[in-house]
Every structure is written in structure tokens, then in C-alpha cells.
């Protein structure tokens, strides 16, 4: 179903290169507190969708529209991946949070977000904190994340991540240790700090860069960091890029600059293209797909999702053992990817679209 108050959208959507046969795309808009917002479905073939929601000053509409597509289809992969029974969603609020945010637009939002019902629940992301969320379930109980519930799904990522980090590790580096190994950190909000507290502990060297000097401040001061501009981290003489901040940031010209050995990071869709991907593969670069080491934060909502009104309970492993297990299966991404001679990203996208029926 494609609900859209703009004549003539409809059918750039269908034919969008982003489009993947969304099941759903609503745009919603409330003149008096200035949303707007688009709510994509890519698959409820497991179960009903879930997805954070992302607060950005988009360039454009269709950039907008895009990022909301990418995004989805990624969370259906990564929770396929992840082995949940929840399918593939994601929203974005078009505009600065800094100026537009307001609890009447996240009431508005949220008013929204409980029309659609029981197929989609939302949560945190970048620019949607947990007291956002907080405000947005004082109008509907499809969200995930709140300080009650599940609460910050970033510090679950975080954790997560460093178990898929060792499968990088393992693979790419002959070592299971983080003892002296440097990470180039591009990114130090929610998901980022908690990652650098993680490796700091673990013996792991820092370079860092963020757009707010005062956390790359904290990051020299508190982890011993060395600090680099954002415009070159990408290009920092570590071993593991990390992308921490927002996606596309591996560019085909990016990849020619990188000189880690491996690029894992948390941010969502870091490949700006396909074909970045095979020439990472080609330079010899080892790149852990995006939706399966930073399926944390999903996976920590699943306790949380099952009881939302309309949900089946279901059986769970202990979150700590749901976590640990993005270690076995990026390994066994890696594995399948060396044996076949297809790039870790296409790997794992073969691998989730078999389980969503795709
Ligand atoms: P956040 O908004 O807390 O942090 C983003 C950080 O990146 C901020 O510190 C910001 O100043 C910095 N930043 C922005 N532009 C930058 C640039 N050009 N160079 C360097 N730093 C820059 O967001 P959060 O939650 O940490 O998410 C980060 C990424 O991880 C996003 O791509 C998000 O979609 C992804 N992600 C987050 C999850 C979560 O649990 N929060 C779960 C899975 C993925």
C-alpha cells in the first residue's frame, strides 16, 4: 500500500532504484507542529515490522525518501539475520531537530505511528534519543527503547559489535586479542562512545574524529585517543575503519584512500554503492556488513516487542547469548563469502532475502 498526499509521487516510488518492493510507504505531514515524516515497510514476512526513527535536515525529499528505503530493507535483513521474528522498518522526520523538535510533533508522530498499528513499532536513532521515545509512547505502545522498557538500544549495539569485531579479528588479523590494535573511530554519539569505552578496556588504540570537538576532547582526555579531522579518518593509518556516524560514507573514491585492512562500523548502509563493496573485496579489505554487527540494538527489543498489544509471546535465549551469537554468524558470513568469492555484503544479503521469502 502506498498512502502518499502528494499527486504523482506514487509512481517515481515504484519505479525508485531504492523501492525493493516495499509492502508499505505512508508519509505523514501536521501543519501545526511542522512534521513530516515517511514510514517505510519493506517485509512483515516474519513478523511485524521494527525500526528506529531517524530526525534529519535532508537535503532533499527524494534523499529523504531513500535514506527511509535503504534503511528498512536493511532492518528486514538484520533482523532475518538475527533470527527474530520481526520483519523490516524504518521512519524519518524530515527537518533539524534542534529547531523543530517539539512534544507536540512527537505526539504527532506518535499519533501517526499508532495509526498504522500493529505492523510496525518504532525507536531510537540518530537524532530520536530515549526520552523522545519516552514522549512518543505517551500516545501508542508500538515503540521500542522507552526508559521502562528495553531502554537505549545503543549501548546493546555497542556490545554486540565488539562481538562481531572479534569475528573480524579472527578472520582478517589471525588474533582474537584487541590488545594493541587500532580503530579508527568515525563517530562518537550513542553507539560510537560506547564502542570506544569497550575497546579502551579491551587494550584497543583509538583515533577518533566526531563533528563536536568537546566528545573528541573527552575521547583523548578519558581513552588516551589521538584525535584526526573528519574529513580524513576514513584515510588514518589504523587497522579497522570503523564508521560510527552516518552512511554512505564508503564512497568508490573512499576506498582508494582506505588504509586499514578492515572496515566495520556500526552506522547503517556505509556503502554508498554495490560496487564500493567489490572494491573494498578487490583491495584486499575485509568489510563486516553493517546490519549484522549492529544488530544489537534490534535484538535487545525483542522482549519488549513481544508484549506490544497484538504480539505473540515468544521463547527467548538470554539476551547476553542473543548478543554473542553476531560473533558466530558474521564468522560464518566471512566463511560463505571466501568459499563462494562474492563480497560479505552480498553474502549476507543472499542469506536474508532466502529467509524473508525474497
Ligand atoms: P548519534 O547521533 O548518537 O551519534 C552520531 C555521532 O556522529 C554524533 O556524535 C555526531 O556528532 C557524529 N557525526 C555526525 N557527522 C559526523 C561526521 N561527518 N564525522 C564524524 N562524526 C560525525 O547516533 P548513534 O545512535 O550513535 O548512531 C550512529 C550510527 O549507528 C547511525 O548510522 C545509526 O543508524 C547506527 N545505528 C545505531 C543504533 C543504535 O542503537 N543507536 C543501532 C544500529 C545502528
Avoid at 180 to 203: D, K
Avoid at 220 to 246: K, N
Avoid at 299 to 318: D, H, N, Q, T, W
Wanted: charged share 20%; with cysteine.
Amino acid at each position: 500500500m502506498i498512502s502518499s498526499a502528494a499527486g504523482g509521487m506514487a509512481m517515481s516510488i515504484w519505479s525508485s532504484r531504492e523501492f525493493d518492493d516495499h509492502e508499505q510507504i505512508d508519509f505523514f505531514s501536521d501543519q501545526k507542529t511542522g512534521l513530516r515524516a515517511i514510514v517505510a515497510i519493506h517485509s512483515t514476512f516474519l513478523g511485524p515490522a521494527a525500526g528506529g526513527t531517524r530526525f534529519k535536515p535532508y537535503d532533499s525529499e527524494d534523499a529523504a525518501l531513500d535514506d527511509v528505503l535503504r534503511l528498512s530493507r536493511a532492518m528486514s535483513y538484520k533482523s532475518a539475520l538475527a533470527g527474530m521474528p520481526v520483519g523490516g522498518g524504518k521512519s524519518v522526520i524530515i527537518g533539524d531537530p534542534r529547531s523543530l523538535k517539539t512534544r507536540a510533533l512527537l505526539h504527532a508522530f506518535g499519533r501517526f505511528i499508532h495509526r498504522i498499528g500493529n505492523s510496525y513499532a518504532t525507536g531510537e536513532d540518530v537524532g530520536i534519543s530515549v526520552a523522545d521515545i519516552d514522549t512518543v509512547a505517551e500516545v501508542t505502545p508500538f515503540v521500542g527503547g522507552t526508559s521502562g522498557g528495553a531502554g537505549d538500544p545503543s549501548v546493546h549495539t555497542a556490545v554486540g559489535y565488539l562481538h562481531g569485531l572479534r569475528a573480524v579479528l579472527e578472520t582478517g588479523f589471525h588474533t582474537d586479542s584487541f590488545a594493541g590494535v587500532r580503530v579508527g573511530l568515525q563517530g562518537l554519539g550513542a553507539v560510537g562512545w560506547g564502542i570506544a569505552e569497550r575497546l579502551h578496556a579491551v587494550g584497543a588504540k583509538l583515533v577518533v574524529a566526531d563533528i563536536r570537538p568537546d566528545v573528541v576532547e573527552r575521547a583523548v582526555r578519558d581513552f588516551g585517543a589521538t584525535s584526526l579531522p573528519t574529513q580524513t579518518i576514513h584515510c588514518a593509518e589504523v587497522d579497522i575503519y570503523a564508521p560510527c556516524a552516518l552512511g554512505g560514507v564508503i564512497t568508490e573514491e573512499a576506498v582508494g584512500e582506505i588504509r586499514a585492512r578492515a572496515v566495520a562500523g556500526a552506522a547503517n548502509n556505509q556503502l554508498a554503492t554495490p560496487r564500493a563493496g567489490v572494491m573494498l573485496a578487490e583491495r584486499g579489505i575485509l568489510f563486516a556488513p553493517d546490519f549484522v554487527i549492529n544488530a544489537g540494538g534490534i535484538i535487545s527489543g525483542l522482549e519488549a516487542a513481544s508484549r506490544m498489544p497484538g504480539r505473540k509471546p515468544v521463547e527467548l535465549a538470554p539476551l547476553g547469548t542473543r548478543l554473542a551469537a553476531i560473533h558466530e554468524r558474521l564468522a560464518e558470513i566471512f566463511r560463505r563469502s571466501r568459499v563462494n568469492g562474492v563480497t560479505p555484503e552480498a553474502t549476507a544479503e543472499q542469506m536474508a532475502r532466502q529467509i524473508i521469502g525474497r
